[in-house]
């Protein structure tokens, strides 16, 4: 089993920039791919961006569109962390953040993944 706990959010103001982390815990060296979704009240969950494990050729990381280039992230595999830079916030970026782990690559789909955190609130005042 593995837990996930995700932190750093808050109240930022449009254009501020945030930092959120996830921290696994448990049998962590069955990840392989992890991933942050979000989800706004009266939404659906839906995909911000992924990373796999680190290979020889960097490490797979795909974003969804709407935060592509705004948003980035990383992952520590010595701390077995990940994180996610969001910069440039908007207003429509006001979500429950939650932090995803797959025993596979991972995908944009909620049920390419096997575990869950607990969300963190990101609120973008204009």
């Known amino acids: 089993q593995v837990q996930l706990v995700e932190s750093g959010g808050g109240l930022v103001q449009a254009g501020g920039s945030l930092r959120l982390s996830c921290a696994p815990s448990g049998r962590t060296f069955s990840i392989y791919g992890m991933a942050w979704f979000r989800q706004a009240p009266g939404k659906e969950r839906e995909f911000v961006a992924r990373i796999a494990r680190i290979t020889l050729s960097g490490e797979p990381t795909y974003y969804a569109d709407s935060v592509k280039g705004r948003f980035t992230i990383s992952r520590d595999n010595a701390k077995n962390a990940v994180y996610l830079q969001m910069s440039s916030l908007k207003p429509e970026d006001t979500a429950v953040y939650y932090c995803?782990?797959?025993?596979?690559?991972?995908?944009?789909?909620?049920?390419?993944?096997?575990?869950w955190g607990q969300g963190t609130q990101v609120t973008v005042s204009s």
């Open positions: 995803a782990a797959s025993y596979g690559i991972g995908g944009v789909r909620v049920s390419d993944y096997n575990f």
